[in-house]
Structure formats: structure tokens, C-alpha cells
């Protein structure tokens, strides 16, 4: 996801329930979202690239076990860094690492991406360089280091096929787009080991990406879900909505050490009468 990158945008324009966030909504939403305060949910607009969306908090939940990002066909005015106060034609989920950020390791999460085929969902996750971490929940900021890399992204409105690339410097953009079941009906476990040099990214077990570079990024990053619609996404197909994007959970480990994790079974709002959960038998990836 290059946020240098242009737009290329096809939409059809609807009636809709309009929604007016004055200014700029809060930044902190994980409280009515339920999420854990280690993330946050950002309230904004997107970047050049991506401006049909609003991000909001609203759209974020911790339902059954999993993170959801929704996206809806519904106007909301917000702004962002780069972005001036309007209206957009969408809502949708932006949530990210709040303040933790790490330096080489393996990540692993296992998710399903919502939209499908041709339906314009552009979801992406994704790490950024950490010098972008504190001005990232009011918008893109230029003064980040450019350093990006693309755990698992869908263009073109293609679920068949996922991104795993990196963007350095607006020099570098080595990556592959490896083919899978369609990862909008089904969930897959995505994995990168990072190391100085070395990028090795896998899906369901299997290597599907090595980047092997002196370029590789070298600075603590951070990790950010979020679903964009139309540009990279293609044309959006209004039928499709609303999409759902599930995240089941999130770890990452350095050798033996989990120096993060989240399995998101954190319920959203208080139960009246509080039960111990039992523990979900995770199905194996399809």
C-alpha cells in the first residue's frame, strides 16, 4: 500500500444517511470499539490515494473472539492530515498498534478479508515505520520515514491473489503476489519472519514470498489493519457492501519470546451476568 501512490477511481453515488463528524472526530477509540487499550482505532480520513472513506470507531468491534473492521455505505465528513474537512461516501476501519513497535521477529495472524471478488475492498495489513507511529491517528504525515512494508494486501479487487511487498524510500518495491483460495471466504494464517536483510513471508505454512535485501526496513515499525475502499480496490460494486473484515488474532515473537499478543476475546460492552469463556478450538487454515 503506497501512499505516494495516485488515484484510479470508478463509483456509482447512492442515497445515503449522512453522518457529520464536526472537525476531527476523537483520535482514542479502542474504549467504545471494546478493543485493548494497546491499539488504537483511528478516527480520520484517508490519504490522496485513498479518499472515499471515513475512518471511524464505529465501525470497530470485538465480536465472538475475533476483531472486525466494517465498512458501510453511509456519508461522513472528517479530514485528515493531507486530507481538508468534507464529506466522504463510505465509512470504514482503520486500527492499529497504539504505541508498541519492535524491530525484527515473526508476526502471525490469521484473517478473513471482507468485500470478495470485484467488489472494490481494498484491505491491507500492514507496517509502518515507527517514526510515523504518533501522527499516524490524524493522517498520513510527510515528515515519516519512508519505509513500508505489505504483510498482506488485495488489489484490483482480486481475493484470489494477495500482495506481500515493501516500499523504501520511493525506490524499492520488490514484492510477489502469491495465488490462494479465495481470501474472502476463507481465513488463512499469514506469517513474515523479519531479520536484518531478510523478509520470508508464508500463508497457511507455506513460503510465498522472500525478499532478500540490504534495503530491507532496519527501524522499529508497527502494525496497522485497515480496509480502503475503491482506488487499488478497483471499481466498488454498491451491492457488495457491507463488508467485514475478521481478524482471529495477532502475535508476534522474537526466537522463543511472544513480545505481543492478542487472541481479541475481550467482549465489546459488559456482560450483566460474567462467565468464563471457554477456549475456541481454532480450525485449521483452509
Known sequence: MNIAAGIRVRITTPARFVITCLLLCPVVG???????????????????????????????????????LMTKAETMSCKSFDIPQGPHRYTSGFVAMRTFNFLYGT??????FGGGMNSGSWPVVWLLDSSCQASDPTGTDDSCTGQEIDLAEILDGNFGQVNEQIHIDNKHNDGCKPQVSDVSQNFHVYQMDWAAGLLVFRIDGKTTCTIAMKYVPSRPMYLKFSVHVGSYGGPVKESSLPWATMIDYVKVSQGSNVIFEDQFNTPSAPQPTPAKRKPRTRAKPE
Request: charged share 20%.
Open 107 to 112: 508476526i502471525e495472524l490469521r484473517a478473513k
Open 30 to 68: 479502542w474504549a467504545q470499539a471494546g478493543l485493548d487499550s494497546k491499539w488504537i482505532a483511528y478516527n480520520r480520513a484517508g490519504a490522496p490515494n485513498s479518499s472515499l472513506q471515513c475512518f471511524t470507531s464505529n465501525n470497530i468491534k470485538i465480536s465472538d473472539g475475533y476483531l472486525v
